[in-house]
């Protein structure tokens, strides 16, 4: 028999990270109700604008500037804010009510009494909440993208993601799946030129350096012990407890330039989840309302600035002297 593989699958850390997700909003509600505000604000007015930027871009391959999509962020910036926020409201509310019922079930006698009458309700909302789970865990994705294909509000971008979800969901878990395997793809190509970059540099620069860190490691350097040598799966780690004074200022400020890097292989996660799942919000919407791919919101262009009253006095006498120079052909076959 083969050995033991103790890998784990992909399935095993997702679940992970929603038993994670779980344990910091029981145990640090507090924490994990301000960290995700934040991120949700901050998420609404970048996030919209780097939607905005795929939707007209996969439409009409246009290509706006970063400040014209930051001025439609914010002029969609409740849009964008509310849009997760209603469904989780409405789950809370359920909640709370179907919480009051069972406080009514407590009551001796009369409680139970009303309670059983009255559980069918209470399964109906149940079958509501899960509804709108669902709806909110697949249709989520597809929020954003309806504001910036559509310019609407927050209750067409709900309406939109849960029907779409719901009217093809086979070509909804169909297209997630493909872009899914499309984005790792080309994440580890991503990783693999960061990896590449910080290896370059830490190896040649290492080559110029000697001593400093043979308490470390046999062949340990100054720079293992400022920047430990990075891997493919771990491009920066702290070495903090092998270094004082100077050494440790110099650590942080290489930290900084390696988490730069590391930053913008973290932002091409973000804008490729905004740009596949506005590719899926059009390739839904082509299915299940037949629009054109084309078809996208546009904000109405500034009327022309009427002209001045110099300019039209200059015009009105140059309009004369065009008279005047323009003869009849007749008159002059006269002449």
Not at 55 to 82: C, G, N, T, V, Y
Not at 104 to 120: A, E, K, R, T, Y
Not at 300 to 325: G, M, R
Request: some cysteine.
């Amino acid at each position: 028999l083969a050995p033991k593989d103790d890998s784990r699958g992909l399935l095993f850390f997702m679940l992970m990270s929603a038993e994670g997700f779980r344990w910091l909003i029981m145990e640090h509600w507090f924490f994990a109700g301000t960290f995700l505000l934040w991120s949700l604000i901050v998420w609404s007015f970048l996030g919209g604008a780097i939607y905005r930027i795929a939707a007209l871009h996969f439409a009409r391959e246009e290509k706006i500037s970063m400040f014209q999509a930051l001025r439609f962020s914010q002029q969609k910036f409740l849009s964008f804010f509310s849009a997760p926020l209603v469904p989780i409201v409405v789950i809370l509310g359920v909640g709370v009510l179907l919480m009051i019922g069972g406080f009514i079930g407590s009551i001796p006698f009369v409680g139970s009494l009303l309670m059983g009458i009255l559980f069918g309700v209470a399964i109906l909302m149940g079958i509501g909440v899960a509804f709108m789970l669902i709806g909110l865990i697949a249709g989520a994705p597809l929020m954003y993208p309806t504001i910036a294909v559509e310019g609407s509000d927050s209750f067409d971008a709900i309406s939109r993601s849960f029907s779409y979800v719901f009217a093809r969901p086979f070509r909804t878990i169909l297209y997630g799946v493909v872009a899914a395997v499309y984005g790792a793809v080309t994440y580890l190509f991503v990783r693999l030129f960061a990896y590449l970059a910080l290896g370059s540099a830490h190896c040649f620069v290492k080559w110029g350096i000697w001593g400093g860190g043979s308490p470390m490691a046999q062949n340990a350097d100054k720079l293992d012990v400022l920047w430990p040598r990075p891997t493919f799966w771990s491009l920066y780690q702290w070495n903090g407890a092998a270094m004082g004074g100077w050494d440790k200022i110099c650590a942080i400020l290489i930290g900084i330039w390696v988490l730069i890097v590391v930053g913008l292989l973290a932002s091409y996660v973000l804008t490729f989840f905004a740009s596949a799942s506005t590719s899926i919000y059009y390739i839904l919407r082509r299915r299940v309302d037949a629009t054109d791919l084309d078809d996208v919101y546009v904000e109405e262009e500034e009327e022309p600035a009427l002209p001045s009253e110099s300019s039209a006095e200059e015009t009105s006498a140059e309009e004369p002297k065009e008279d005047a120079s323009a003869e009849d052909p007749g008159e002059e076959e006269q002449k």
